[in-house]
């Protein structure tokens, strides 16, 4: 993109924690930072591809080909603000030149039913116990979402606009139209107050869009999974009436957003 064309990424964040304090998950953790995060983000905002990760991929040849005035492209990057989609954080642990790769995620909704997954040599995922899941598996952690724009902030110096954040869950549509879904509030809520936080600690924070408004089919996970603050009545295989149903938590961020965030 030439000088001139304002462009602003927007990027799917979780950032990384160590598995534990011994140096070798410590070292796993900064690999996957670099390499799952900073691999993306320092291209986007310093128009750059970090030292580290660049070396790694370079002695393996797998490094992308540099062309002539690509590096000079790339030192354009001048982004206004940054996107952040965050759902989950991850921690990593130490994985040996012959321990696991990358496998499958789990698109069922079967809880703890998510293997480790990794770059031998690298690191790979590991539980953590301090942190709830959902039935996808994914670590809930709203002090996640805090570190994630502290983190952005002190990296590139950039505003940050929310672009994604919500829970995805199986979702019923009870008689008389209600949907009561008070997990996906404290989702909601809890992510709120640590951008709230997040704002105290210094991060310039552009706004919050929820993800969704309505529930959306999932190119992995079907209608199974919902998103919305609307139910949509229908499944995978049976459109039924496609009827709109408000669920609780379209209530609740009505209010939230009719007292601008002071009663969440």
């Known amino acids: 993109m030439g000088a001139g064309w304002p462009h602003r990424p927007s990027f799917a964040y979780s ?10 998950d410590m070292l796993a953790f900064d690999n996957a930072e670099e390499f799952t995060n900073h691999w993306w983000l320092d291209v986007y905002c310093r128009g750059r591809y970090p030292q580290i990760a660049l070396a790694w991929l370079r002695e393996r040849g797998e490094a992308p080909d540099i062309l002539m005035g690509d590096i000079e492209a790339l030192a354009e990057a001048k982004p206004d603000f940054i996107g952040l989609n965050y759902y989950y954080t991850l921690s990593y642990a130490h994985n040996p030149p012959d321990g696991v790769g990358m496998q499958r995620i789990n698109t069922t909704g079967q809880k703890g039913s998510t293997p480790a997954s990794g770059v031998p040599g690298l690191y790979r995922t590991a539980p953590n116990p301090a942190l709830e899941t959902s039935n996808w598996d ?8 805090r570190i994630a724009l502290r983190r952005l902030t002190s990296r590139y110096g950039l505003p940050v606009l929310i672009t994604e954040n919500g829970l995805g869950e ?9 949907v009561r879904d008070d997990y996906r509030i404290a989702y909601l809520r809890s992510h709120l107050h640590a951008c709230r ?16 408004f309505t529930d959306i089919l ?9 998103y919305g603050f609307v139910y949509v009545d229908r499944d995978e295989t049976d459109a039924r009436d496609l009827r709109r149903v408000r669920k609780d938590s379209f209530f609740w961020y009505q209010r939230a957003i009719a007292s601008g965030g002071r009663e969440l």
Request: proline share 8%.
């Open 170 to 178: 199986f979702d019923r549509l009870e008689d008389g139209d209600r």
């Open 138 to 145: 994914w670590a809930i952690d709203p002090a996640g979402l």
């Open 197 to 212: 936080e997040a704002i105290s600690d210094g991060v310039e924070l552009l706004g919050f869009c929820a993800w969704s």
């Open 218 to 226: 999932s190119w992995l996970n079907g209608y199974q999974k919902r």
């Open 15 to 24: 950032p990384a924690y160590p598995a534990s304090c011994a140096p070798a």
